[in-house]
Each structure stands twice: as structure tokens, then as C-alpha cells.
């Protein structure tokens, strides 16, 4: 082969190289101005993979699972002990959960907050990987067409796994937390600790805290912090673990590698309305609630500046009371 | 030698066998990115479209043009999704390598083969690398791309150099060889 190599005929084409070294440099400062460059012809390429990657989820899959279990054939028994126990501490605190949210619900409608925003949840099936030195990616088999948009957070059933941040027509792609590009505010509880999860390509993201002052504790759980307003706030994302050299890390709750299903969150905060009479924390606490406002025309504007200081408008004060009951029945 | 020599390809196939080495970069672009992982994202997808770039820039770089380089580039950076025009560069600037060192590459053989590709595949590792580093550097907050992985894909790239030049070599052979100096 050497010989066939050494009777190659050289390049006569020195110009049209450094013509298109300077075309591959104009690309790469392009796509930095605009990161989305791209963007088109990667969704429309994955759109059109969709098909076969869908035919071949099934059998990689199971291949893939079976690579991973060869490592654990010989820990079955002691693991399916551990799982057990878990799965009975875990009932315990789903049950402590449930009544700690009817106190929260009970708490949320006597203090008149705000409530939580609602969400559209899009399930999808994750249909590609990729690992790549720059991008840790998954594929979704939902797109534009099923209303995901970019930015839009991917849970699976522990939680979150990524961001949408390149939809096509039937699919979309998973910026993973762990990736490069990835930054997330949280708020790590108890203490409501703010600070920013960092991808760095590894497993566990890097947090950086806002405030040098304040200490962290392994353990501690990392939820979303909602601030921007790209993702609802409380998202479980992970616990702090210690990094070894001074600085910490989250190991994620979600395993990406793993997820099969997912659930797209659509997250869009509603405007805040005014609650309906009979959730202000008066009429909770038994008081008589105030009579509504007289309608504001200019003919009748007048009329309550006057009205408390005669007697006479004890007969339209009437009608409240049933309507006080009525709302107190209710 | 029998490849080498004028063979009487009909003229309406030499157009279409000429485009071989672009079509092999592409497809091996195409197959390296589908985005499927079979060892849990463990292992990274090798490059494979440097092979066929490697292999005939040194054979027949008048098939494997500057142009072809860039257009597989692109297929790669368009289908792997990283940041728009690492690839592209960093195969431009490999082909540039590898064409101005072609007489010290094409006379290595079995596993100083290797090795010189492996030479060309760290210097498109290392100019993606640095790349995608100096747009961190420029972008504010941004933290710089972790060097194991990108290791891992040379180590793949290189792992699949021998089964990838012996596809190529029995197409150049069959196929690509035969009309030389007919296109």
C-alpha cells in the first residue's frame, strides 16, 4: 500500500486550500454570532432519522441493558434486599407527603398565595443518545408539532433531566444537565441557599454559590430556584456532594443514561388574578365580608362617599347577608 | 498494481465514481452521529469521516479536494451538534496537514500507518479542542470543555482506523483506483 501511496499524485489545489481555511474560520466565528446556525438543518436531519431511530430503540436498548447488567448479575440478591427496604422507607414518606400537602394546600388558600403556575405535560420517548466530546444530548420523539418549544425542562419519574433546546417538526433535542452549555439556577433547601448548576461534561454539575458566606452540607437537596422565569421553581434536581477540594457538586437524581419516558413540561406563568371572594382570609376567619364596589359610572360616583354616613343604606345591606351565608355554606 | 492502471470505465460512471471519497466522508459522518448509544454513553462515537479524508487526501487528492474536506466537515458539525464550525476547521486544518506532509505520511505502512493517522487525529482532536476553548474564553462565565472526552474520541477514531481504511482501500481498489486519471 506504501507503494500505491508514494506514486500519488500531489495537490495542485494550494489556493482553494487557504481559500477554504478562511472559509472554515468565517464559519466557526458565524457560529459563534449565532449559535442557531445550524439549528434547521439538524432538526430537519433528526426529523427525518425519526423513523429509524424508533426501530432501532428496541433492540439497542435491550442491548444496552444488557452490557449494564452483566456487572450486576452477582449483586441480585443483596440489591433486590436493599430495594425492598427502600421501598418501604419510601411508602412511609409518600404517606408523609401526602398529608404535608393538604396542610400545604389548607395553608395556601387561608394565606391567599399566589398559586402555583399550571403545566402542560407532553410525554415523550427518548429515541436517541449521543455522547460527544462538545454535547451530551437525547432525542425526543415530540416536537413542534406536539407544542414543545425550546427551553422547556425534561423530567423523567425522579426528576429533571435536561432542557428542550432544538425542536423539529416530530422531534426535539435534550440539552443534558450535565453538559457543557448547561446552567441552571437552583436553590438548595433547607436554608433557600441560591446558586448556579453548572454542566462540565462529567456526572455530577458543579455549584456556584452566590454568596461566599454561607456553608454547604452533603445531602442538602438542589431544586430548581425558578428565577428568569424559564422554569417553574422546585424541581428536584439533586443533593450536594462534595467535590474533594473545597467545592461542591450535585449528583443528579435523574439518570439520563437510563430514562426511557419522559415528561416535557410546558411551563408559562398565568397572570396573577384576584382570588374569588370567598378564599380572602377574612371570610376564613368568619367575619362579614365587605360589600362589593358600586360600578364605576360618573353618574353613580358619588353615591358610597355619601352613603356610610346615613342610615337609610342599612336596607341594601340586606341582601349581603344571605350572600355571606351562601359563601359560608360553601 | 493492476488497480492503478488505465482500465475503460464507460465515461458515463467515471463522473459518478469520482465523487466516491466524498460520499464515503459523508456516510461516515452520517453513520458515526446517529444518535444512538449502546454502552450507556460511555463510549464516545469515533470521527469516522476523517478516514476516508486521511486516505485519499495521501492516494488521490485530486477526488479529496480542500472543498470535499469542508463539506464533510459541515455534514459532521451539522449532525454532531456541537458548536457550528469546530469540525469543519479542525478537518480542513488536518487536510492541510496531511497534504503538505504527504510524502512523509504515505510512506508509512502497517503500524506506522496507524500511527500517522493517529497523528492526524490528534491534531483534529486538539484543533476542535482548542477551538471550542477559545469560544469559552471569549463567552462570559463559560468554563472550559473537560479534556478526558475528547480523548476518548480520539482513542474510538484511532480504534477504527484499521477496519474504516480497509473499507475505503478495497473500495479505492475496487471501485475509485481503477479510473485513475480517466476523471
Redesign the interface.
Known amino acids: 500500500m506504501a507503494n500505491a501511496w508514494k506514486i500519488a499524485r500531489k495537490s495542485n489545489a494550494q489556493l482553494p486550500l487557504v481559500i477554504v481555511i478562511a472559509l472554515a474560520v468565517v464559519l466557526v466565528l458565524l457560529g459563534k454570532a449565532q449559535i442557531g446556525l445550524f439549528d434547521g438543518a439538524r432538526a430537519h436531519a433528526t426529523d427525518l432519522m425519526a423513523p429509524m431511530l424508533e426501530k432501532m430503540r428496541a433492540p439497542v436498548a435491550g442491548f444496552d441493558r444488557w452490557i449494564g447488567s452483566i456487572g450486576e448479575i452477582f449483586s441480585v440478591y443483596e440489591q433486590n434486599l436493599k430495594l425492598k427496604e427502600e421501598n418501604a422507607r419510601l411508602r412511609q414518606w409518600r404517606n408523609v407527603a401526602i398529608t404535608l400537602q393538604g396542610r400545604v394546600n389548607r395553608y395556601q388558600a387561608l394565606l391567599h398565595a399566589v398559586p402555583d403556575p399550571q403545566m402542560n405535560r407532553v410525554l415523550a420517548r427518548v429515541i436517541g443518545r449521543a455522547s460527544r466530546p462538545f454535547l451530551q444530548t437525547m432525542i425526543l420523539d415530540a416536537g413542534r408539532g406536539h407544542k414543545v418549544l425550546p427551553g422547556q425542562a425534561v423530567m423523567d419519574a425522579r426528576g429533571m433531566i435536561g432542557r428542550i433546546y432544538l425542536t423539529g417538526q416530530r422531534t426535539s433535542w435534550v440539552i443534558l444537565l450535565t453538559d457543557l452549555n448547561s446552567r441552571i439556577p437552583v436553590t438548595i433547601a433547607p436554608r433557600n441557599v441560591q446558586a448556579m448548576m453548572t454542566g462540565d461534561n462529567s456526572a455530577t454539575p458543579v455549584l456556584n454559590l452566590m454568596s461566599h458566606t454561607v456553608t454547604l452540607h452533603a445531602g442538602e437537596q438542589v431544586t430548581s430556584s425558578g428565577d428568569g422565569g424559564l422554569l417553574p421553581a422546585g424541581l428536584p434536581l439533586g443533593t450536594v456532594v462534595s467535590d474533594g477540594a473545597g467545592g461542591w457538586r450535585v449528583s443528579l437524581l435523574a439518570d439520563a443514561a437510563a430514562s426511557q419516558d419522559v415528561e416535557i413540561l410546558n411551563f408559562s406563568k398565568p397572570p396573577e388574578a384576584p382570588p374569588p371572594t370567598a378564599q380572602l382570609p377574612a371570610e376564613a376567619a368568619g367575619l362579614k365580608p365587605q360589600a362589593p364596589p358600586p360600578p364605576q359610572t360618573a353618574a353613580a360616583a358619588p353615591t358610597p362617599v355619601v352613603a356610610p354616613s346615613k342610615p337609610k343604606p342599612a336596607a341594601p345591606a340586606a341582601p349581603a347577608a344571605p350572600a355571606s351565608d351562601e359563601d359560608e355554606d360553601r | ?1 493492476a488497480s ?1 492502471e488505465r482500465t475503460t470505465v464507460p465515461p458515463r460512471f467515471r463522473y459518478l465514481i469520482a465523487t466516491i471519497p466524498a460520499l464515503c466522508g459523508l456516510l461516515g459522518a452520517f453513520i458515526a ?10 463510549v ?2 469515533p470521527l469516522l469521516a476523517l478516514v476516508p479524508v486521511y486516505f485519499w487526501c ?5 477526488l479529496m ?3 470535499v ?2 463539506m464533510i ?2 455534514a459532521e ?10 469540525w ?2 479542525a478537518f ?2 488536518t ?2 496537514l496531511v ?1 503538505r506532509q ?1 510524502d512523509s ?5 502497517s503500524f506506522a ?1 496507524v500511527l500517522g493517522f493517529a497523528t492526524a487525529a490528534a491534531f483534529a ?1 486538539a484543533v ?2 482548542f ?2 476553548a477559545g ?1 469559552a474564553f ?1 463567552t462570559p ?1 463559560a ?1 472550559l ?2 479534556v478526558p ?2 480523548l ?2 480520539l482513542a474510538m477514531t484511532v480504534l477504527f482506523y484499521p477496519p474504516g481504511t480497509l473499507a475505503v ?1 478495497w473500495l479505492h481498489h475496487k471501485l475509485v ?1 481503477a479510473s485513475r486519471g480517466d476523471v
Open positions: 498494481m492503478l452521529n446517529i444518535p444512538i448509544s449502546v454502552m450507556g454513553g460511555l464516545p462515537a495521501l492516494v488521490r487528492p485530486d479536494t480542500p472543498a474536506a469542508l466537515g459541515m458539525d451539522v449532525l454532531s451538534g456541537g458548536p457550528p464550525g469546530i469543519t476547521l480542513v486544518l487536510y492541510a497534504a504527504r505520511f504515505a510512506g508509512l505502512a500507518a482532536c476542535a479542542y477551538s471550542v469560544l471569549l462565565g468554563s470543555p473537560p472526552p475528547i476518548g474520541e482501500g483506483g
